[in-house]
């Protein structure tokens, strides 16, 4: 079993950054991958970012490629998602969350964080 919980979200003017951080509980966290997910209001869950096991190996949506940065530090159990250049588009809940295998696909993640809010104003 694994619990997540998220934080750093915020309120942000456009242009600017926010990292969000993702404890994980338990001493299996090195054993998962990692992903970041956002729902926008009125529109589906999607994909991020994600990373391997020991963070050798990241992916990124076109949509947030060269503003975001997935990191990870399995001492602190901890994974984070550097966000730059922020633009209104960005507003949604982000959610972490952890799978077996390093995979984009949502349904493939098996423990999710609650979620935080990330607001982006013009």
């Known amino acids: 079993q694994v619990q997540l919980v998220e934080s750093g979200g915020g309120l942000v003017q456009a242009g600017g950054s926010l990292r969000l951080s993702c404890a994980a509980s338990g001493r299996t966290f090195s054993r998962y991958a990692m992903g970041w997910f956002r729902q926008a209001p009125g529109k589906e869950r999607e994909f991020v970012s994600a990373?391997?096991?020991?963070?050798?190996?990241?992916r990124y949506a076109d949509s947030v490629k060269g503003r975001f940065t997935i990191s990870r530090d399995n001492a602190k159990n901890t994974v984070y998602l550097q966000m730059n250049s922020l633009k209104p588009e960005d507003t949604a809940v982000y959610y972490c969350?952890?799978?077996?295998?390093?995979?984009?696909?949502?349904?493939?993640?098996?423990?999710w964080g609650q979620g935080t809010q990330v607001t982006v104003s013009k």
């Open positions: 990373i391997t096991l020991s963070g050798g190996w990241t």
């Open positions: 969350a952890a799978a077996v295998g390093f995979t984009t696909t949502q349904r493939e993640y098996e423990y």
